[in-house]
Every structure is written in structure tokens, then in C-alpha cells.
């Protein structure tokens, strides 16, 4: 059973990457007190959390200023807890603040059932910090590599095998 957590009004909230683009592993981490929790998420992960709360921000009442870009950098050890698998998103209007669940990616077994209990974290974050964590996250996904024009799955330099081509020719940036 992976571990828990449980982060209450955090002080830190962000997503990063590390290694070079078309090589780069995506992180969500936040802090609350002494206690860092990163967790493992793929591009596409982070691209819909930033557009969900986008959404979820344009509804709500004007913010306040925006944590520094340099306050966004991800805190070295990153050490993944474990892979996102899920993600859900309330807003407590009484305490005017943005709760992030994240849930574990399961193991299942051959007859589909859960192997294992997975990790969650819960964790309360002001909009400011949840609309920088969006704007970052956004940017950070626009920043890696171009889509195909054709299939959308990203392009290298030197082209790539596209599925939508037959393997007639390789498009390339």
C-alpha cells in the first residue's frame, strides 16, 4: 500500500519537469510545513488539470496577486510518492479555497480487479495558487515538443513514424 496524504492549506503549490524536452518528466508538488509530497503525472495530466481549473477560476471572483515565477520551481529531492492516476478538483466557498485530490495509478490483477490499495493526496490551496499552478502548467505543456500536424502525437527533429501516413514519409518541424 503506497502512502497518503493529507495537506491542508499548503504553502507551496506547483508542477515542474525535469530532463530535456521530449525526455521530460512531469511532477505536481506541494508543501505543507516540513512535509514535501511529490507525485508523478504524464504532460497530458497536467494539461487538463490547467485548463480544469482555468474553468473552474473564470467562475469564481477576482484574484488577488499570483505567487512569483521563481517561488514555482519545483524544491529539490524530487522524489515521486507515486503516479498520478486520477485527479479531482472541488472549491469549498465557505473557506474560499481550491481542494485537489489525486489518486494513485492501481494495480490490477489479471481479472481486472484492484491488486493493491493506492495512495491519495488531498490537499487545499488558495485560487491564487492554484490559477499560478495553472498558468504554469499551461505554459510548461506548450513548451515541449510541436504536435503532428496529422495525428497530433509530437514531433522530434528528425520527423516521426506517423500512424495517419502508413509509413510513406516522416513529418518533421
Known amino acids: 500500500m503506497s502512502n ?27 508543501r505543507h510545513g516540513d512535509q514535501l509530497v511529490s507525485l508523478k503525472m504524464e504532460k497530458q495530466q497536467v494539461g487538463a488539470l490547467a485548463q480544469a481549473l482555468g474553468t473552474l477560476l473564470a467562475d469564481l471572483p477576482p484574484l488577488g496577486p499570483l505567487p512569483a515565477d521563481d517561488e514555482l520551481a519545483l524544491e529539490e529531492p524530487v522524489l515521486p510518492e507515486w503516479p498520478v492516476g486520477s485527479l479531482r478538483i472541488d472549491y469549498d466557498g465557505d473557506l474560499d479555497e481550491v481542494v485537489l485530490i489525486a489518486e494513485e495509478v492501481l494495480e490490477v490483477d489479471e481479472e481486472g480487479e484492484p491488486a493493491v490499495t493506492g495512495g491519495m493526496v488531498r490537499l487545499a490551496a488558495t485560487r491564487e495558487q492554484v490559477a499560478a499552478l495553472a498558468k504554469r502548467g499551461a505554459d510548461l505543456v506548450a513548451a515541449g515538443r510541436p504536435p503532428c500536424p496529422l495525428c497530433g502525437y509530437p514531433l522530434d527533429s528528425e520527423g516521426h513514424a506517423c500512424p495517419k501516413t502508413n509509413g510513406h514519409r516522416a513529418p518533421t518541424l
Open 4 to 30: 497518503s496524504f493529507e495537506l491542508p492549506a499548503v504553502q507551496r503549490l506547483t508542477v515542474g519537469t525535469v530532463g530535456p524536452a521530449g525526455q521530460r518528466t512531469f511532477y505536481l508538488q506541494a
